[in-house]
């Protein structure tokens, strides 16, 4: 097995959640929850060059996140030991001249962030799938989709749906997903500026928890995107209860379509059926709200380039 010698750029692209249901919890702590998730045309970009020492680096650096904490490189640390394991497994593995051990491969990562940190579109998540599979086409390890989305999900619920690249219904703790086809749509997101952490939200008493469980047809049978009353998000009113500022977001996006929270973030979002209506809404939108439009895509673009 040798490494790929020439740089490779990927995207990393967003995801919303057009709904989330929490159905229960585990007794390791983990929530049951149902959710569809919508991947988006625009996201994050990583650059991945080899090296031959093993080392793994990662820059810039982002503020308030140590590169060891970062989960691009926990992803490629995890990725790199996988595949020092696999080869130590094979009876008769005889490194290449140019790779002597595994430990070896190693790769320079350039990260260009453009989705916000705790904004519930899957920054993190996505950034860690787009390493495993930047790194497995990168390294020549020839590892399945199956085998990274395995290891994608000891990082993150939400991993293994980027790994597949698919616009996907999940359930169990987001592991199982089966891929649907949604209708186009353009989407106006708003980040307001606020940090909101999973674990945070996730620990409140007031957050439901006993939501019925659907199934994929019952999302599905709404007439558009915009009329399904029969699915919400479970954690918006505790969001927005200590968040006044994403309450504000959803509120003004709302006069415009019926506007939501996106996972546990701080993203809120609203569909159209145009990108001239989503651009109109977006320059309209208040000064103090940051946000941007994307197209809703079945497949992601990651998975166009691997």
Avoid at 190 to 209: Q, W, Y
Wanted: with cysteine; aromatic share 6%; glycine share 8%.
């Amino acid at each position: 097995m040798s490494a790929i010698n020439t740089p490779l750029t990927l995207p990393s692209p967003a995801k919303l959640n057009l709904f989330l249901h929490i159905n229960g919890q585990r007794e390791d702590g983990y929530h049951l929850l149902q959710t569809v998730f919508q991947l988006l045309d625009y996201g994050d970009e990583l650059s991945f060059t080899s090296n031959t020492t093993g080392e793994l680096t990662l820059t810039p650096e982002m503020v308030g996140v140590p590169n060891a904490q970062n989960l691009i490189i926990k992803a490629a640390h995890l990725l790199q030991k996988y595949i020092e394991q696999k080869n130590t497994q094979k009876k008769h593995f005889k490194p290449s001249h140019q790779q002597s051990s595994c430990a070896q491969l190693g790769a320079n990562i350039t990260l260009i962030k453009r989705l916000p940190m705790g904004g519930g579109i899957g920054g993190g998540s996505s950034n860690a799938a787009t390493t495993l599979l930047g790194l497995n086409k990168l390294w020549n390890a020839g590892l399945s989709l199956d085998e990274l989305a395995a290891l994608g999900l000891t990082l993150g619920a939400d991993v293994p749906v980027f790994i597949h690249g698919r616009s996907a219904w999940a359930e169990g703790i987001g592991e199982k997903i089966t891929p649907v086809d949604l209708p186009a749509k353009w989407f106006v997101v708003l980040r307001p500026d606020v940090h909101i952490s999973t674990a945070e939200i996730f620990s409140k008493k007031s957050l439901t928890r006993d939501t019925p469980i659907i199934k994929v047809a019952a999302f599905l049978e709404g007439d558009n995107e915009n009329d399904r009353s029969n699915v919400k998000n479970d954690c918006q009113d505790v969001v927005i209860k200590h968040h006044p500022k994403v309450k504000q977001a959803v509120d003004w996006l709302s006069s415009f379509s019926p506007a939501q929270l996106t996972g546990t973030g701080s993203c809120v979002f609203a569909a159209f059926d145009s990108e001239a209506s989503a651009r109109n809404v977006l320059a309209s939108k208040p000064e103090n709200i940051e946000g941007f439009i994307a197209k809703g895509v079945n497949r992601s673009p990651l998975h166009a380039l691997i």
